[in-house]
Structure formats: structure tokens, C-alpha cells
């Protein structure tokens, strides 16, 4: 846990950094007769970002917080693998959804998830990453009319168009 | 009593055999789409919209009345058995509706929330039935020196939410005040904090990206890793016994169920601020006025009654602005409202008195929609349990296609999506050192609110802080009075804790 | 599927759909030619609930009820930065045929003050400018104001201390009000706020002094008789407002419209052009759009192709002019 607060308190102090000067694009003062400029808002919450990364930091040093004094590790082995490999496939289903679409990318993330994370028999890991994109499809894509991703135009064309004839 | 006839003429109307139908369809639609994540009422209300053709207007806005209604039951129902609130207005029931989940009390969680909406609606009707006019006048006499003061209260009340650490809970509520003024500087008109100049980032960022990222991805995450993803989330049954024992035992909850009631009513009727507001600040109030405050946040029924109470108060409580005055209190009003304009019906003052019967009819179907959406909502619960007894490892990665899908849904940008992944792993990998993320979802709520109603103060006052004390409506110093008691409940922790310290010494 | 059969299907939930899903599909639209394949994106460039979202969703409903397209048209609020987000959405569209937009006068606003993004409005495909709203001089009625005089008079007595509220900086209303500041030689202080309709009830409610909203923002407090209006930007008097004078008549040529247009990604086909053209020729025509532009003091016929796009280069050119009167760019 140790290290890991203070990684974390010097990343977010960077990331403060980084805000108060992205919110400086906007005047930061105070304009006569006006209040503050638009960028000032921001800038000063940032620098009270910045300000409580001090602290936290400040309290590091002196062991004050619960996290600077365990000694425990921040993940363990275990934890970590399951970290990794579920926002891992997350990333990836996010990723390939730009590509094959929702409906792409929604069953194999299902099946690398239950059969792979979860073990569960084939039957199961089908019935689930059939009906879901199912049930997704005509819930979202036709009766909300909300219409979710669908990849490249190729796979909109050759697969949806017929399903959008038939259904709208 | 001219009230109580115009009463019993909108019920004859509510209870024509169309407008029956139309209401439990209504409330059983927004049931559906306040359970998915990221679908609120506003979607909900949008979408249906064009559907007002088909049935006359009175029996059009009933239907989308009472699906408003449903999606505000329906709201509670993920935020208890996800942990992921179902829509903005919901976010507060999360905090103690998931704990009380994990410890098997979901039917309770459930019962309770669908009995507080319960009373929450009722109470707000009536007062809405008793006090419109009035009301309605105060709301619109209301202007930003207020609004400001009201969100500094807000963030008053809810200064004990936050967690032990004050350096980290401070660091919370600021990231999310800056998170929250990314997009559009409405007094500038220019753009600020487009990061990367990414175009996603020109609308800002929606305050469901942030909540379904730390409350959906990263609470799962935490989930996974504190139970080695061996779990079943839940053990709950339910019978009709232990709805009964669950409905008995809610007794003791009745004065939060009427706070909230109230404090959402009132919220809920000034224009610009809404449910989501109201729900919040209900929490932020129930927890100060507990006797035992450290219990909220680890599964105590009156942090689920608080906010379910006051979402719904507020939800009626935003129709009235809008009906009398055109000014939408909230988003999914803005929507119906633009539903009556579609049918040639003006909101505004005189609405009152040129189409009572639209009016009255519209308030009996509130009371209709009340009692609907609780039994459909009761009759469902052992559906939810059940969906709880999967195994982890089917509900945690359906649950992540949720959370992608309701990201997505309200703007209809990847770019939201990728958001809501960095939120949810930067929240869970900052859980874990303690950073408390509700401050941060309370800020990016209020945010929006409270910067420009503080800047347009400025502007009239010429840049002086007085015009937040010094400000008048009629007489009554409004603002000051509203900054009074924020700074006392800024003060109350404070003295509790001198107290506290005082006492073993003396 | 129809709307009613959209309904019973989220009622039943979720595992009765597939049963439903193969109901009737009816569709009289016009049959030749061009149709959408799939639903057709229709991007709205404000935020949900403001005049320019009812309108896309009011001629949303009236294309759904008269069928005049064989797929639904969605849509989706893109009201980020002025509407900059929705510009460059289309243009990253470009050559798309299912890509459609709502626009206001941000159209020509936004890539003149931001000409980064890259925008040239004149490659949009011009489909259907649907109306032109209105502006007027509103005062609160408790006010003893009646007339533009007592207007300028009340003005130049408070000084800067004149609140005039309005939407965003930039936009609209403070160009109007720059108008009125400099040609009448008054220091009226623009406060702005989010929407028309919360500027509306900002002056309803006395928390500010003036206003230049659209009737359809302070029809209801007008017909409450807590507002007045002194007078109209515009050519001719308005239908509804027939004792209101139009600043022309008064000696002062300010004429301002809001554009409410439909415009289609860059590069769409010529056959899908024809379609949507049509489509919005027939929703102007229609006796709802007709009724909700009398009663909403909306003007302006429909105007297409090559005459639209003449329109937006003598508006651009206005805009261009105010804006630089003003400061907002150089």
C-alpha cells in the first residue's frame, strides 16, 4: 500500500498541474465588474487538487495516513490477474466495438469471460452470449430506437439492413 | 372546497378506461427503462414522445406522466441490485442500497425504496394539489443568488459524506468540480478544457459517464477482487411474508420518509435544479440528523428511504414550473413539456384556467400512477432477487455490457464509453487507497449549477459577494437566509465534534 | 414496426419482443427512388428540451404519424460547444446518406468564432430551411415601460446597472442586445444564461430588467400578463403581436431572424438529397407544422437547394459583420 499512495498522490499532483494549466487557455483573474474569468473556476479547484496532494503527501512522510502506514501489498498476485484480465477484456470489447460493432464484440467478451474467468460449460456460455446481444438489439435498436454501434459499414449493410426491413 | 371537485373531475378523467391502461403501461415502460443503466426518465419521455398522436393529449401526457413515474421506481431498482444507479436521480439510493444488498437484505432495500417513492410521490401530490399557485410564484421569483445559495447548502449537507481522510475527500470534490466544468463556458461562450481537443469533450462530461464508471466498472472491479470472483452477490429470497415483515418493519423509517418528501418537493419545484439535487441533498440531510450517522454508506434502510422519497416529491415537485410557468425543473420536463406544445397546449399560468380538466386529470393520474407503479414494482421484486442469484461470473461481465451500453446510450458517443472505462479503473484504483468517490459524483451534479448561478450574481452585482446576504424578494432576504443555514451546517460538524471532545474532559 | 407496437413491446418486456417482432410494416412513403436502409441519424445541435429540440422532435412526430420515411428518424442531441460538436460530427460524416441536422444560428457563429474546427458550411448538403423565428424587446409588465422611448429613457437613467438577459455569450440575444446598446447609445449590462426559456423566466420572475426572446419562450407569461413586449425585429408586425412595432418603423433598421433548418452530412448522394428534400418539403406543408408556426410567430417559407445556400452565405456575411462589431472575433 505504501508505494502506491504515494504514486498515486505524485500522479494526481502532475494531473492537477495539468488541469491548472489547461484551464489558463481562459482568462483566470477576476474581471472588474464581472467576477471571475471562465477559466478560473477550474484553475483554483485544480490548485486545490494540487493542494491536497500536498497533503496526502505531506501525511505520507510523516506515516500519518492508514495507506502510508500498511504494509500490506497494494494488489497481491491474485487480485492482480483478475484486475488485468477483466478490465483488460473490457479495453479490448470497448475496442473491437469501433470495428464489429456491439454486437460483435458484446459475445465474445461474454465467451472469453464465462468460459475462460468462469468456467462454465459451453451450453451456458452459449445461452448467454446469444440471447444478451439479442434481447440488446430489440430492446436498444428497435423499440427505444436508440441505435447502438455497429462497427464497420460493411457489417451494418450486409447484416442489419435486412433485420431494419423486417423489424422497423 | 372548489379544489377537492376539480380533484374528483381529474379522477373521473384518470380513471376513464384508456387513461387506466395508459398509466400501467406507462409505469411499466419506465419500470424497464429506469432499471437500465444509463436510461432515465428523460430517455424514456424522449423516446416515447411521438407516440402522443395516437391517443388524445390528455391520455398522451397521462402516459408520459406515469412513465416518469415508473422510471423514477424503476431507477432504484439497479442502483440496489447492480449498485449502479439506473439514472441520475438514483445515484444516492446506491450508497446504502448496495450494502444492504450484499448483506442479503435486497428485498428490504427494495420494499423500502418502492414504499418511500411511494410516499414520497403521495405527499408531493398533495402538497402540488394544496399549494400549486403559490408555489409556482416562488419559484419564478427565485433567481441565481438563490440557486448559489441553495447549492452551497447542498454541498453543506453532504460535508460528512465524505471519508475519514479530510485531505482526500477534499481532493474528491474538487476533481469533480473541475470535471464538471469541462465543455461550454455559458458567460464566455468558449469552449474549456477540451482535452486533447477531442470533439467528445465539447458536451461535457455527463455526470452518468462518471457515476456508471465508478459505481458500475469499478465497483465490480472491487467486487471481484475482494471476493476472488467465487460469489453470489446476494442470498436473498423473498415470500410474501417477508414483504409484509419488510412493509411492517418500515414504521421506523416514516419521519425520514416525510423529510425527504418535503425537502425533494421543494427542491424539486425551483427551476434548474430538479430531482437529482433533491435526492442528493436528502441523503446529505438524513445522515445529519441520524442519530447514529456512521451506519449510512454500510446498508441503514434510511439512507434508502431518504433519497427514494425525495426523487419522487421531486419529480412531481419539477412538473409544477413547468405547467405553471413553462420552466422545465428538470430535463424530462423540458420534454413533456414540449409534448403539451405539440398539442397546442400552453403551459403557463393560465393553464390553470383555461384547461382545468387537462390539469386535474393530470394530477389524479399522478396519484393513479403512484399506486401502480408500487404494485408493479412489488409484484416484479422476486424477478430482481432472482437475477441476483447468478453466479458472478455471469452477472459481473452482463453487468459490464450494461454499464458499456448505458454509457453510450444517453449521447450516442463511443468517446463517453472510453470515459466511463478510465473513470471506473482511476476510481477503483483510488478506492483502494481511500479516496472517497460519492464527493465526487456530488460535485459533478452540483457543478454545473453552481458556477454560473454564482457568476450571473456577479455580473448583476458588479463583482460584489454582498448581493448573496444583501439580496431581497419582496422584503425577505431569501438568499441570506438559505446562505444562514448552509454556513450553520457547515458549522454543525464542527461542534459535534468540539462536543465530543469536550465531554470525556469535563 | 409502428410506434403503438414499440410501446406494447417495452411493456411486455424484454422476452415477449421477438413474438411481436414480425408485426405488420406499413409504409405509404414515397416509393420511387432513394429510401433510408437503416434509421436515420437525425443530430440535434442544442440540448435536449430547448426550442431547436422541440422543433426536431415536433417534425420527428409529424414524419412518424404521416409516414413519410419507411425507417424512423432518431434523434440524438449533439449541443456541445455552441453546436461545434455537431459540426464536426457531420463533417467526420461526410459522404454518409443517413446523417441529417437540426440547426440555429449557431450554424454560422460557431466555425466563424472558432475557425479551428475547420467547418465550411458551404459544403453541408442543403436540404429544407423549415422556418425563421422571431425576436422582440420584452420588459417586465409590472414595469412602467410601454414604449421603446420609456425603454431608452428607463436605460440611460440606470446606467450599466441594467440587467438584459439572454442566452450564451456570443450567440443571439447579445447580438441584439449589442444592437440596441450601440444604437441607442445605452450601457445595458448581458447576463447570460442557459436557454430561452430560463432567460424568459428570469424576466417573468424580476431578476432581470429586459429580454430579447423568442415569442414561443414568453408566449405563456405574455398571455399571463406578466410581460410586454415594446417591439419586434423584424420586417413586417407580427401576426400575433399586431399593436407591437417593428424597430423599422421606429428609425431603427434591425431586422434578425433565427434560422430553423435541416441540413445533411457533406458529399450525401444526389438521390438521397432528393429524398430528405422531400420529406421536409412535405413535413412544412403539413397542417401541423403550419398551425405550430402561426402559433409560435414563426415566419419564413421553405427554401432548398441552391436557394439555401444563398440565403446562408447573406446570413454568414451578417454575422460575420456583427460579430466583428462586437469584438467576439478579430
Known amino acids: ?168 | 372546497m372548489e379544489i377537492l371537485n376539480l380533484l374528483l373531475d381529474g379522477f373521473a378523467i384518470a380513471f376513464e378506461p384508456l387513461n387506466l391502461v395508459v398509466i400501467v403501461l406507462g409505469c411499466a415502460v419506465g419500470l424497464f427503462v429506469g432499471a437500465m443503466p444509463g436510461l432515465g426518465s428523460v430517455n424514456g419521455v424522449a423516446i416515447m414522445l411521438p407516440m402522443t398522436f395516437l391517443v388524445p393529449p390528455t391520455s398522451a401526457i397521462i402516459f408520459l406522466a406515469a412513465l416518469y413515474y415508473g422510471a423514477m421506481y424503476g431507477g432504484a431498482i439497479s442502483s440496489i441490485m447492480l449498485g449502479i444507479p439506473g439514472a441520475s436521480t438514483a445515484v444516492a439510493t446506491v450508497f446504502d442500497g448496495r450494502p444492504l444488498a450484499m448483506k442479503g437484505m435486497a428485498d428490504k432495500a427494495l420494499v423500502a425504496a418502492a414504499t418511500a417513492s411511494f410516499v414520497g410521490g403521495t405527499i408531493s401530490v398533495v402538497l402540488f394539489t394544496l399549494f400549486a399557485p403559490p408555489l409556482a410564484e416562488v419559484a419564478l421569483r427565485f433567481g441565481s443568488p438563490e440557486i448559489f445559495a441553495l447549492m452551497i447548502m447542498a454541498f453543506a449537507t453532504f460535508i460528512g459524506l465524505g471519508g475519514d481522510d479530510i485531505a482526500k475527500t477534499i481532493f474528491s470534490i474538487c476533481i469533480g468540480l473541475v470535471m464538471s466544468a469541462v465543455g461550454l463556458d455559458i458567460i464566455s461562450g468558449q469552449p474549456r478544457l477540451i482535452f486533447l481537443d477531442l470533439p467528445g469533450f465539447f458536451h461535457g462530461i455527463n455526470f452518468l459517464v462518471l457515476a456508471i464508471g465508478i459505481y458500475g466498472i469499478g465497483e465490480i472491479l472491487w467486487t471481484l477482487e475482494t471476493t476472488k470472483g467465487e460469489v453470489t452477490m446476494s442470498k436473498a429470497t423473498v415470500s410474501f411474508r417477508r414483504v409484509i415483515v419488510a412493509l411492517k418493519d418500515l414504521r421506523h423509517n416514516v419521519k425520514t420518509m416525510v423529510m425527504g418528501s418535503f425537502l425533494g418537493y421543494f427542491v424539486g419545484i425551483l427551476p434548474a435544479a430538479g430531482a437529482t439535487p433533491g435526492s442528493l441533498m436528502a441523503y446529505g440531510m438524513a445522515k445529519m440528523i441520524a442519530k447514529e450517522p456512521e451506519t449510512y454508506g454500510k446498508g441503514n434502510i434510511d439512507g434508502v428511504v431518504a433519497p427514494e422519497a425525495a426523487n419522487n416529491a421531486a419529480s412531481t415537485g419539477a412538473m409544477l414550473p413547468m405547467l405553471t410557468l413553462g420552466i422545465p425543473g428538470s430535463p424530462t420536463t423540458a420534454i413533456l413539456l414540449g409534448g403539451m406544445v405539440i398539442w397546442g397546449l400552453e403551459p403557463g399560468p393560465l393553464l390553470f384556467v383555461e384547461h382545468k380538466d387537462f390539469v386535474w386529470g393530470l394530477i389524479a393520474s399522478l396519484y393513479a400512477a403512484n399506486v401502480f407503479a408500487l404494485l408493479i414494482n412489488l409484484a416484479f421484486i422476486p424477478l430482481f432477487l432472482w437475477v441476483l442469484k447468478m453466479p458472478f461470473t455471469i452477472l459481473a461481465p452482463i453487468i459490464f455490457v450494461l454499464c458499456v451500453v448505458g454509457g453510450y446510450a444517453p449521447t450516442q458517443s463511443l468517446h463517453d464509453v472510453w470515459l466511463m472505462l478510465i473513470f471506473g479503473v482511476v476510481g477503483y484504483l483510488m478506492r483502494k487507497l481511500d479516496y472517497p468517490m460519492a464527493p465526487a459524483v456530488l460535485a459533478i451534479v452540483l457543478g454545473p449549477l453552481a458556477e454560473p448561478a454564482m457568476r450571473q450574481s456577479l455580473i448583476i452585482s458588479n463583482g460584489s459577494f454582498a448581493i448573496f446576504f444583501t439580496r431581497t424578494i419582496d422584503g425577505v432576504p431569501v438568499s441570506g437566509m438559505i446562505m444562514g443555514i448552509a454556513i450553520a451546517l457547515f458549522l454543525l460538524p464542527v461542534v459535534k465534534t468540539l462536543r465530543r471532545k469536550s465531554r470525556p474532559a469535563s | 414496426m409502428n410506434i403503438l407496437g414499440r410501446t406494447a413491446l417495452l411493456g411486455l418486456g424484454a422476452g415477449l419482443m421477438l413474438g411481436l417482432g414480425a408485426a405488420a410494416v406499413s409504409h405509404d412513403a414515397a416509393a420511387q427512388g432513394w429510401e433510408p436502409k437503416k434509421p436515420v441519424e437525425f443530430i440535434i445541435m442544442a440540448g435536449i428540451g430547448g426550442g431547436a429540440d422541440k422543433m426536431a422532435r415536433l417534425m420527428q412526430t409529424i414524419i412518424a404519424k404521416n409516414k413519410l420515411s419507411s425507417k424512423p428518424f432518431t434523434p440524438i442531441n449533439k449541443p456541445g460547444g455552441s453546436g461545434a460538436e455537431s459540426l464536426v460530427y457531420l463533417k467526420e460524416k461526410t459522404g454518409d446518406n443517413h446523417v441529417i441536422m437540426v440547426t440555429l444560428n449557431s450554424f454560422y457563429t460557431t466555425p466563424l468564432r472558432q475557425p479551428d474546427l475547420g467547418i465550411d458550411i458551404m459544403t453541408f448538403t442543403p436540404i429544407g430551411r423549415m422556418a425563421e423565428d422571431t425576436f422582440l424587446l420584452w420588459v417586465h409588465a409590472d414595469s412602467t415601460i410601454m414604449n421603446v422611448n420609456d425603454f431608452v429613457k428607463a436605460v440611460k437613467a440606470k446606467g450599466s446597472d441594467w440587467v438584459m438577459a439572454g442566452t450564451g455569450k456570443g450567440q443571439e440575444d447579445q447580438l441584439l442586445t449589442s444592437f440596441l446598446n450601440s444604437g441607442y447609445g445605452l450601457d445595458m449590462k448581458y447576463v447570460p444564461y442557459k436557454g430561452g426559456g430560463r432567460v424568459a423566466k428570469e424576466l417573468a420572475g424580476k431578476n432581470a430588467d429586459s429580454t430579447v426572446n423568442n415569442p414561443s419562450e414568453q408566449l405563456g407569461f405574455w398571455e399571463a400578463g406578466k410581460t410586454r413586449p415594446l417591439a419586434a425585429f423584424t420586417a413586417q408586425r407580427l401576426e400575433v403581436f399586431k399593436d407591437v412595432p417593428t424597430f423599422r418603423e421606429l428609425g431603427k433598421d434591425y431586422v434578425y431572424y433565427m434560422q430553423r433548418s435541416v441540413v445533411g452530412a457533406p458529399g450525401m448522394s444526389k438521390e438521397a438529397e432528393a429524398f430528405y428534400r422531400g420529406v421536409f418539403a412535405r413535413v412544412y406543408a403539413t397542417d401541423e407544422w403550419q398551425a405550430y408556426m402561426a402559433k409560435k410567430s414563426l415566419l419564413g417559407g421553405f427554401l432548398t437547394g441552391a436557394a439555401l445556400k444563398r440565403y446562408w452565405t447573406g446570413e454568414r456575411a451578417v454575422h460575420e459583420t456583427i460579430l466583428r462589431d462586437i469584438g467576439e472575433i478579430k
Open chain 1, 1 to 168: 500500500m505504501r508505494p502506491a499512495e504515494l504514486i498515486m498522490a505524485v500522479v494526481m499532483a502532475f494531473f492537477s498541474l495539468y488541469l491548472m494549466w489547461k484551464s489558463a487557455e481562459l482568462p483566470i483573474g477576476w474581471i472588474p465588474q464581472e467576477g471571475p474569468g471562465g477559466g478560473a473556476f477550474p484553475f483554483w479547484l485544480a490548485a486545490g487538487m494540487l493542494a491536497s496532494c500536498g497533503v496526502v503527501i505531506a501525511r505520507w512522510f510523516m506515516r500519518a495516513s492508514d495507506a502510508s502506514r500498511s504494509e500490506e501489498p497494494y494488489m497481491d498476485g491474485p487480485s492482480f490477474r483478475m484486475f488485468l484480465l477483466s478490465a483488460g477484456s473490457l479495453t479490448v470489447m470497448i475496442g473491437l466495438i469501433h470495428i464489429i460493432g456491439v454486437y460483435g464484440a458484446v459475445p465474445l467478451f461474454l465467451i472469453f469471460y464465462m468460459r475462460y474467468m468462469g468456467r462454465h460449460s459451453w451450453i451456458t456460455t452459449g445461452a448467454v452470449a446469444g440471447i444478451t446481444p439479442v434481447v440488446t438489439f430489440l430492446f436498444f435498436d428497435i423499440a427505444l430506437n436508440i441505435t447502438l454501434p455497429k462497427g464497420l459499414s460493411v457489417i451494418e449493410e450486409q447484416i442489419f439492413y435486412p433485420l431494419y426491413d423486417i423489424l422497423l
